[in-house]
């Protein structure tokens, strides 16, 4: 078998090992779908092994911004992958997201996140949960009593606003100190900005993207940086209440439309888990935000048998709302030791606490309340991948 990268002269093999492993794909989904691989296929975004003339694994690097407490970094976005039935099984797809990391890297992202369909081998080459997209259902009612304050200017939008739409995601992201979400590329958001059956509707600062399903209101992003415009746009789509009962939002797990809605005897929401992986730890640390108000100095060991230039002892400094990490030289085996996927969730916010009694974090303690101050988020995303 052969590792090597996928060409536009693929694109029919990789369609047909996706439905082998997601189901058919409709007409229309199918031309985006087309239109939104052909792009990483071009860039080296796209893997794959094949046997001879047969294509039997595949997976794609999407090409991300993702914000950690409000700083934008490059991030992998795993996506894709796929093993043929008759493959499965015999250490394919090991092979495979080996070289995913390596491209990862490779492709200068220091980070990397996925949507896992399985748990165990994404954790055995050091992703770990991380995070969760959140779904809440609300009633459409609630949201259309909410009351505005001023009036805020809002218009359709489509494809030319794309390059607005990631303007006002890097501003609204920074300004509320986001962890975990992403932020595609123009060409991909031109691609999201199409979609004939969503409602599109910008402010200038925030936007909202939402569609009829059956009788009820699915909104895929609602984004606000200002509460006058968050107002605006939950009421506009509790606008529809007269037909629609329920409105199944992707929101924030701290989103303020928990707090702009009148009653909120509970809360329905469900999670869809992701797993997230430092690729080059000293980039990564030196990408990320952290609390403006919180000072580090600790020394840690990581183990990363997967990315060697990852392990051995680190000297983390946090200060200012930035981080450095620095190789700390020989240090006694009573340094505190995380994992790959420890140190990932770590980065991610997940307690040392939970982390210790997790196996991915050992040694000493007395340094973990100083590690969770300042690496500590609730990181969710908006988006699915």
């Known amino acids: 078998m052969e590792l090597r990268d996928l060409t536009i002269d693929d694109l029919d093999a990789v369609l047909d090992n996706r439905k082998r492993a997601f189901g058919p794909i409709s007409g229309g989904a199918l031309e985006t779908w087309r239109k939104l691989v ?5 860039k080296g975004r796209y893997l794959g092994i094949v046997d001879g003339s047969r294509l039997v694994a595949t997976s794609r690097v999407n090409d991300f911004t993702q914000w950690w407490h409000g700083r934008p970094i490059s991030m992998g976005g795993v996506a894709s ?6 493959e499965r099984g015999r250490g394919v797809g090991r092979t495979l997201m080996r ?7 490779e492709l200068g992202h220091p980070v990397s996140a996925l949507y896992p369909a399985t748990t165990h081998i994404y954790r055995s080459l050091g992703w770990e949960h991380a995070g969760a997209m959140h ?10 009593a909410i009351r505005t304050t001023g009036r ?19 501003r609204v992201h920074a300004a509320t100190r986001a962890s975990g979400p992403v932020c595609w590329d123009e060409g991909t958001w031109r691609l999201h900005l199409e979609e004939k059956d969503d ?3 910008l402010a200038d600062d925030g936007f909202v993207i939402y569609r009829w399903h059956g009788g009820d209101i699915e909104v895929s992003n609602l984004v606000a940086g200002s509460e006058a415009t968050a107002r605006a746009l939950w009421a506009m789509v509790g606008s529809s209440a007269s037909i629609a009962k329920s409105v199944r939002a992707v929101v924030a797990p701290d989103d303020p439309v928990f ?25 990564a640390v030196a990408g990320r935000g952290f609390p403006a108000g919180v000072t580090l100095d600790a020394v840690v060991r990581v183990d990363d048998p997967q990315r060697p230039a990852n392990s051995g002892p680190w000297h983390l400094s946090v200060s200012g709302g ?26 991610a916010g997940v307690p040392a606490a939970t982390l210790r009694r997790s196996g991915l974090l050992t040694g000493p303690a007395d340094g973990d309340d100083a590690l969770d101050a300042a690496f500590q988020a609730r990181p969710h995303m908006l988006d699915y991948f």
Not at 81 to 86: D, G, I, L, N, R
Not at 152 to 170: F, H, K, S, Y
Not at 324 to 346: D, K, Q, R, V
């Open 99 to 105: 070289a995913t990391v390596d491209r990862c890297a």
């Open 259 to 283: 707090w702009l809605i009148g009653d909120r005897p509970r809360d329905e929401v469900g999670q869809t888990r992701w797993m997230f992986r430092v690729v080059d730890l000293a980039r």
């Open 38 to 42: 052909t792009p990483a296929l071009e």
């Open 152 to 170: 805020v200017e809002i218009r359709r939008m489509g494809p030319a606003d794309a390059p607005e739409v990631v303007a006002v995601l890097g």
């Open 322 to 347: 930035s981080g450095t990490a620095e190789p700390a030289g020989t240090l006694p085996e009573s340094t505190p030791t995380f994992t790959a996927g420890g140190f990932s969730a770590l980065f």
């Open 81 to 86: 992958v796929t093993v043929a039935p008759e």
């Open 135 to 144: 779904r809440a259902t609300l009633p459409a009612e609630a949201l259309r």
């Open 199 to 201: 409602f599109l509707y």
